[in-house]
């Protein structure tokens, strides 16, 4: 397990004044997590995605490197580099029950990056689908949109999340900020911002019942080369 930085994990919590067992509540962990890390203890990659995204900063900024024995190759254009060579961070996805913070997500993201499990039945396959192809419409038409039209859309998405909830479908999704590095001419980058949404059961592994509050999806997104996420 990775060693977190609990110095920036005890700084960023007092600027919030907040305290350890505050800290835990707003990302799903017990106070005694959160005053292991505090005192320099390693913890899970699930572990630290949920305690970056309460305390809103990227995951990789947790991490604390450790001295390289070896000089690590200086990484080229179109090369892909996790912190601490650990692996991928997972994604922390909220579940989603109002329709009108879907669609906020749809349409202040520049694309959306869905994702499934288990989907068997034709049915099933048809509405997700197409709920997830009417966010990809919002997100290119959002700015078109007029504040009784937003309102209608958000209703409705809440009428479809329920439908799918009795069906036994949860939809989790956020929005995540990266940056795109553009692989020609002079090395830049541009800041990015991708709706990721899931479709899943409430028994799959991918959702984490927390110790406290509302469950989350945690999902590993497969990285582009000229991608870093965040």
Known sequence: MPLLKHDVVRRLREQKCWSQEE?????????RTIQRIESGS???LDTIALVAEALEIPPEDLIREPPPTVPHPTPTTGSCHDPAD???IPVVLHRMSDGNELLDIAMGSLAMLPHTRGITDPKDAKDIGSLFEDLGDY??????LSTSAKLAAG?????RLRELKARGWWIFAAKKRHSFMFPT??????PWTTG??????ADDSAV???EVGEPVALVVIPKDCSFSWR
Request: proline fraction near 7%; charge should be positive; avoid cysteine.
């Open 196 to 201: 990721v949404i899931m479709a899943t059961r």
């Open 86 to 88: 650990i692996g991928p």
């Open 139 to 144: 997100g290119d038409i959002g700015d078109e």
């Open 155 to 159: 209703i409705a998405l809440t009428g």
């Open 23 to 31: 800290l835990g509540h707003r990302a799903g962990v017990s106070p």
């Open 42 to 44: 390693a913890a899970k």
């Open 185 to 190: 001419g002079t090395p830049r980058t541009m």
């Open 208 to 210: 984490l019942h927390r």
